[in-house]
Nanobody, 126 residues
Framework: VQLQASGGGLVQAGGSLRLSCAAS????????MGWFRQAPGKEREFVSG????????KYADSVKGRFTCFRDRAKNTVELQMNSLKPEDTAVYYC????????????????????WGQGTQVTVSS
């Protein structure tokens, strides 16, 4: 499975961006999906995940209430709508996928995912 993340860019604090993750030749509804990010000098961290079955979502505390992860079935993508962006949201954002059904506790763990996209840069200026 090849994942392609897009939609990153430069935005002022308080602004919005929408990231999109597409997979070649795959139906995303068959996959549990995750979004992670890595800021300069920091370890990659979990941002959001959406489960394969039922589509329930999970968010890191730092983005809860500002970010929304959802499936766009018409485009066969998984989207991450990011609102009220802060400078500390600056990072490279990665989408990840696995065909396994994940429970809440495992959806935030990098090792749970088998496929990773190349990342898209998000920069939030103050």
């Amino acid at each position: 499975v090849q994942l392609q993340a897009s939609g990153g860019g430069l935005v002022q604090a308080g602004g919005s961006l929408r990231l999109s993750c597409a997979a070649s030749g795959r139906t995303f509804s068959d996959y549990s999906m995750g979004w992670f990010r890595q800021a300069p000098g920091k370890e990659r961290e979990f941002v959001s995940g959406i489960r394969r079955s039922g589509g329930s979502t999970k968010y890191a505390d730092s983005v809860k209430g500002r970010f929304t992860c959802f499936r766009d079935r018409a485009k066969n993508t998984v989207e991450l709508q990011m609102n009220s962006l802060k400078p500390e949201d600056t990072a490279v954002y990665y989408c990840a996928a696995t065909s396994r059904g994940l429970i809440s506790s495992t959806s935030s763990v990098e090792k749970s995912y088998d496929y990773w996209g190349q990342g898209t840069q998000v920069t939030v200026s103050s």
